[in-house]
């Protein structure tokens, strides 16, 4: 397949460097800076060369992508709140050309699902967006597995970054600031972490999850969500002499979607340590699957990205 | 979907009774006793009464079953080793027509899973057989998705009865006789138990695993097995001083293929107690991926089943 690849963040990158691997041809990348398109592949250690040493990749305008010769469009640059741009456009870009668009960008699922939908409806491209939940875990094509109606709830640990520090808060005695700080010279947290202790992003995946459970009608507004910012190492502690835990969990049931600190067995499934995420489906005749693995990293995601690629290849 | 469902065992029962959910029918029901078909869809109800009654599911030759008209057939007869009979003749019959066929039956895939593939190349058909290892646990689709080159190794906890007996043998102290005895006592272990305590059943799961990540050349002859059934109490025991236990532990890599009682830390990924399967996925982009939930189960497994029937609907 063609891919015409947007964003040149850690995913959009390991997306063009695994492409080949997996069969297919990047026919484009752009991101803000500008664009480098080439209908028989670009030249892909070049660009990402040139992104490296000069901060663009490519002279083009970043429109000449979206209008260029490709079969999927994938979107891979930051997710937003709210309208979800500019990843929202360039979907709809896409599928008013016919194209597929598999999505890394969380935004246009959790904020704006029911247009997308209705877009690609009048289209002949479809969506697919494994790659916005769960980062390497098959959560969305496990679900498809199963049959969206036979999964009756879905919980989990949906934040890596939140999770190690909870993890070593746990197991070390530290406080929330040290582990934070520790994190962030890790690399594990952002200089900025309010995206991911503040719930957001967890919140973010669990609308997603709503949407897809339930077809549709959430957004992030419709989720209930805490952080992780004022826990006391206190509550970790006094938790720990019963057998139990915290880590910020996501859940989505008919009950409603929240993504809140909440007690677990210490040694329960859901208690997984570091950055890892766990993904606890609750189904009907199934009975409960649970799914672990790295939930973020550009290769991690970009594997989930170029399945979705693959998925649509065999579906076509 | 048109179902031809061959065995009226657990598997084949939930088949028939669980279709109608995913919005496909049944034209026919076939075992060892007769056959019942009718091409505007059987009446389950009655038939599944009838077989409990009568120990028969129709008067009907099942050769009639095979000519009938259906697109989709699914076998579910006891697993056989060798010949894989009926379940391969079956299969072969199925894509001679240009039927699509999916296996709950690991024979086929086990055993002669190079003559199965040759059949499939020259039909119309395609063969999917995601119930065969792991029962409700997407073992198979998560290697499509992550993409078979990707996952360099396989190992897990594939057969629940034996997991049933270690787990309980060490978190109880009970000898290997005692908790058989419990096992069969439940239902959890057959009268003869050979199949899974010796290995058997855990070690043809693999045989099917690296047909898959190999493409093919594996029967269960070319795994090394080892059961538990001369496992003593007191090895449970020593490995519990240290933080370790025992698990059947099936594995595929490029080293080979093999299903034997392993050391595992106690707490580990792996442990999973009970009757519960985990399979562990080693991955060259992606890390490592878990996936747990039961491995057995009429309802379970015929989910996997209709699963496989669902994606050969869209892949259509």
Redesign the interface.
């Known amino acids: 397949m063609k891919l015409a690849v947007f964003g040149a963040g850690a995913v959009g990158r390991?997306v063009v460097e695994?492409a080949g691997?997996?069969g297919h041809t990047v026919t484009a990348l752009a991101d803000s800076s500008g664009a480098v398109v080439d209908s028989s592949g670009i030249d892909v250690a070049a660009t990402l060369e040139r992104k490296a040493s000069d901060g663009t990749v490519g002279d083009g305008d970043p429109q000449t992508a979206l209008e260029s010769e490709y079969d999927v469009l994938v979107e891979a640059t930051p997710t937003t709140l709210g309208d979800a741009q500019p990843g929202f456009g360039h979907a709809r870009e896409a599928f008013a050309r016919d194209r597929d668009v598999v999505l890394a960008n969380k935004g246009p699922v959790a904020e704006r699902y029911d247009e997308l939908r209705a877009l690609e409806r009048e289209s002949e491209g479809s969506l697919l967006f494994?790659a916005t939940v769960g980062?390497?875990?098959?959560v969305l094509?496990?679900i498809?597995?199963?049959?969206t109606?036979?999964v009756t709830a879905v919980r989990g640990v949906l934040n890596g970054t939140a999770n190690f520090v909870l993890s070593r808060m746990a197991t070390e005695g530290l406080s929330y600031e040290h582990v934070l700080a520790e994190a962030q010279d890790l690399g594990v947290a952002e200089a900025d972490p309010s995206f991911d202790v503040d719930g957001t992003d967890a919140a973010l995946k669990c609308a997603i999850l709503a949407n897809v459970l339930f077809d549709g009608g959430y957004t992030l507004a419709d989720a209930d969500v805490s952080g992780i910012r004022d826990l006391p190492g206190s509550a970790l502690e006094l938790a720990a002499e019963d057998g139990w835990t915290i880590r910020l969990v996501g859940e989505v049931s008919p009950n409603g979607v929240s993504a809140a600190p909440r007690l677990i067995p210490e040694?329960g499934?859901l208690a997984v340590s570091g950055t890892r995420n766990i993904v606890q489906f609750e189904?009907q005749?199934?009975?409960?699957?649970?799914?672990?693995?790295?939930g973020a990293?550009g290769?991690?995601t970009?594997?989930?990205v170029?399945?979705d690629v693959?998925?649509l290849e065999?579906?076509m």
Not at 144 to 147: E, N
Not at 285 to 294: D, E, V
């Open positions: 390991s695994l691997e997996y494994e980062g390497a875990i098959p094509s496990t498809t597995d199963v049959g109606e036979n040694n499934t189904t005749h199934a009975g409960q699957l649970n799914i672990s693995g790295r990293g290769d991690e970009a594997t989930a170029l399945a693959s998925r065999r579906e």
